[in-house]
């Protein structure tokens, strides 16, 4: 547990870094989208859409994915 808070605190950090570098070249996350010719609003598009899409996918994987792993749970030999 103490491994995963490290690896999250120096993640945090390194972006905190990473960010304030970029703020000082003055370049923001508008500025990208924009050199990219993509608006905040097609983004917020595309991730709902992808989301629409993955759900049901892994909704139907999970009806035959979770009662073989439950099986397989079941008849492994204990652990001793």
């Not at 103490?2 to 605190?9: R, T």
């Not at 972006?15 to 508008?30: E, M, Q, V, W």
């Not at 759900?55 to 204990?78: D, E, K, N, Q, S």
């Amino acid at each position: 547990m103490q491994a995963l808070l490290s690896g999250f605190i120096k993640l945090a950090l390194a972006s905190l870094l990473a960010g304030s570098l970029l703020s000082f070249f003055g370049i923001t996350p508008r500025a990208v989208l924009e050199s990219m010719g993509v608006t905040a609003e097609d983004l917020h598009n595309g991730i709902l859409s992808a989301f629409a899409w993955a759900t049901p996918r892994i909704l139907m994987g999970a009806v035959v994915i979770v009662p073989i792993w439950l099986v397989t749970y079941l008849l492994m030999p204990p652990r001793g």
